[in-house]
């Protein structure tokens, strides 16, 4: 049974480059067919998409976040990487992974079918 | 970016009766290939958000029968026949037609 867990630093100061982990168990990631994304909500609010990878390792990103995101994997470690850079108050979040399917170059996403439990990360100085 | 707007934003259901939330799109999501990405959530609180719908109208696996989706273009329906109280929680309409992903505002739902 597939699963994820994010992990990464609970809390950040201001301008700081925020970097999470997404371990994926039960499952590899190189050897699929799946795109691995990062999706945030901020507290008391709704979901945002960050970003994807694909199998392969191509990155699609949301435009409203491109310029300080940063995805990757390492397949060596199953594991999915997150980066956002000059982080503001304004990016204090749960972070969840999640997988799904999709024609990501055609602009196609399939549903998030599957989840990880999610991480807080507050940014505060 | 397509903006994804659900009504209502809060619902309180007495168990056994139905409930409908509605989730509107700012451009079709019918997509060129004939489907139409539209996606369907339940996030109960304090856990993540976990797929009910696929596709419009797709129950994903092990999701009970009493929900259904349905809907067109830029008009979308979430359904639940019976309420029940496991089915409290946030529900949250995504599109996946047209990048980027963007979902909607959410609705949270009550037992009464």
């Known amino acids: 049974q597939l699963q994820l867990q994010e992990s990464g630093p609970r809390l950040m100061k201001p301008s700081e480059t925020l970097s999470l982990n997404c371990t994926v168990s039960g499952g590899s990631i190189s050897n699929s067919n799946y795109y691995w994304g990062w999706v945030r909500q901020p507290p008391g609010k709704g979901l945002e998409w960050i970003g994807s990878?694909?199998?392969?390792?191509?990155?699609y990103y949301n435009p409203s976040l491109k310029s300080r995101v940063t995805i990757s994997v390492d397949a060596s470690k199953n594991q999915v990487f997150l980066e956002l850079s000059s982080v503001t108050a304004a990016d204090t979040a749960v972070f969840f992974c999640a997988r799904h399917s999709g024609l990501l170059m055609f602009g196609v996403t399939y549903a998030f079918d599957i989840w990880g439990q999610g991480t807080m990360v507050t940014v505060s100085s | 970016d397509i903006v994804m707007t659900q009504t209502p934003l809060s619902l309180s259901v007495t168990p056994g009766q139905p409930a409908s939330i509605s989730c509107k799109s700012s451009q079709s999501l019918l997509h060129s290939d004939g489907q139409t990405y539209l996606h369907w959530y339940l996030q109960r609180p304090g856990q993540s958000p976990q797929l009910l719908i696929y596709e419009l109208s797709s129950r994903f696996s092990g999701v009970p029968d009493r929900f259904s989706g349905s809907g067109s273009g830029t008009d979308f329906t979430l359904k639940i026949s019976r309420v029940e109280a496991e089915d409290v929680g946030v529900y949250y309409c995504?599109?996946?037609?047209?990048?980027?992903?963007?979902f909607g505002g959410g609705t949270k739902v009550e037992i009464k």
């Open positions: 990878i694909y199998s392969s390792g191509s990155t």
């Open positions: 995504m599109q996946g037609t047209h990048l980027p992903v963007t």
